[in-house]
């Protein structure tokens, strides 16, 4: 089948390499173009862009999409059958939802209709949900409202982090549009009761200790690896890689014993892997040898 890959981030990567291990033919991989990252803000390609040059795939980076006649009437040009779309990160207009002849199939990691949006993946977890999983639908206009041809759930385990389900969440991606495109089964309206999960920031990840334990718990687990969770530590910024809720009591914030047990809204959160900024990540026991927090000690 001649297709056309849409999608940007690590996510989207196994789906790439499924469909060009099968023999589909990829006319064109379209990718958000390069962007600065780190320090020195030396532009680095997309995930998928980097599998697709690694592939010797054609790569396209556009801008943008909508109102970009010049690359609308390019992707019609490409005669394809199928577009397959994985958190590509650009709206895509009429035109180009139409131009292939089977339409354009979308990877989207949650069962919808919940969790539509940008961050169905850790929204999952924040929400405390007990199941996740893969729809591959339609696209239409709207956002994420197209109809669904297949889905797989998998449950999230009670320590479950962002990453684990992204990985185990892209993995069934990839083989769901296999069968999608061998099978072409029929699409089902989603039905009512659409749940949203919007852009992260960095400013999700600030803890706010006058919440309960386990709500922290489950922020530290959704937003790892991106953006991470926080906290203020004698001036600087303390970043909480992984926790346990444990039982503790007192004033939100404080520093309850030698192991940085501290207190919450409601029972208490044990770091065990943190990073001061600037320096290595370690385990919390490392960490305190070198920077000892007696009890009373603030966060936030």
């Known amino acids: 089948?001649?297709?056309?890959?849409?999608?940007?981030?690590?996510?989207?990567?196994?789906?790439?390499?499924?469909?060009?291990?099968?023999?589909?033919?990829?006319?064109?991989?379209?990718?958000?173009?390069?962007?600065?990252?780190?320090?020195?803000?030396?532009?680095?390609?997309?995930p998928v862009q980097s599998e697709a040059m690694r592939l010797g795939l054609p790569v396209r980076t556009p801008v943008r999409m909508r109102q970009n006649e010049r690359e609308q009437a390019e992707f019609a040009a490409l005669d394809l059958d199928a577009a397959v779309v994985a958190a590509y990160?650009?709206?895509?207009p009429p035109a180009v939802l139409r131009a292939p002849r089977r339409?354009?199939?979308?990877?989207?990691?949650?069962?919808?209709?919940?969790?539509?949006?940008?961050?169905?993946?850790?929204?999952?977890?924040?929400?405390?949900?007990?199941?996740?999983?893969?729809?591959?639908?339609?696209?239409d206009e709207g956002l994420d409202t197209g109809p669904v041809v297949l889905r797989e759930a998998t449950p999230i385990g009670p320590r479950a982090t962002g990453a684990e389900l992204h990985d185990r969440l892209a993995e069934i991606g990839a083989r769901l549009?296999?069968?999608?495109?061998?099978?072409?089964?029929?699409?089902?309206?989603?039905?009512?009761?659409?749940?949203?999960?919007?852009?992260?920031?960095?400013?999700?990840?600030?803890?706010?200790?006058?919440?309960?334990?386990?709500?922290?718990?489950?922020?530290?687990r959704a937003l790892n690896p991106w953006p991470g969770t926080y906290t203020a530590l004698r001036g600087q910024t303390l970043k909480v890689l992984a926790a346990i809720p444990v039982a503790g009591a007192g004033a939100p914030g404080t520093v309850l014993d030698d192991a940085l047990?501290?207190?919450?809204?409601?029972?208490?959160?044990?770091?065990?892997?943190?990073?001061?900024?600037?320096?290595?990540?370690?385990?919390?026991?490392?960490?305190?040898?070198?920077?000892?927090?007696?009890?009373g000690t603030r966060l936030g």
């Open 89 to 92: 990160g650009l709206i895509l």
């Open 177 to 220: 549009i296999l069968r999608a495109l061998a099978e072409d089964p029929p699409a089902v309206a989603q039905p009512a009761g659409a749940t949203y999960a919007p852009k992260l920031t960095r400013e999700d990840g600030r803890i706010d200790w006058q919440r309960d334990a386990a709500a922290i718990d489950r922020q530290v």
């Open 103 to 139: 339409g354009a199939l979308n990877i989207h990691a949650s069962l919808l209709p919940r969790w539509r949006g940008a961050a169905p993946i850790q929204a999952a977890i924040l929400a405390g949900d007990r199941e996740s999983g893969v729809s591959i639908m339609r696209l």
């Open 1 to 46: 089948m001649r297709l056309a890959f849409m999608g940007s981030p690590a996510f989207a990567v196994p789906a790439l390499r499924a469909l060009h291990a099968a023999g589909h033919e990829i006319a064109a991989v379209y990718t958000q173009p390069p962007r600065p990252a780190d320090r020195g803000q030396a532009e680095r390609p997309a």
């Open 261 to 295: 047990t501290v207190a919450c809204g409601a029972g208490a959160l044990r770091p065990t892997r943190v990073q001061l900024a600037g320096r290595p990540a370690m385990d919390t026991n490392a960490f305190l040898r070198g920077h000892p927090l007696p009890p």
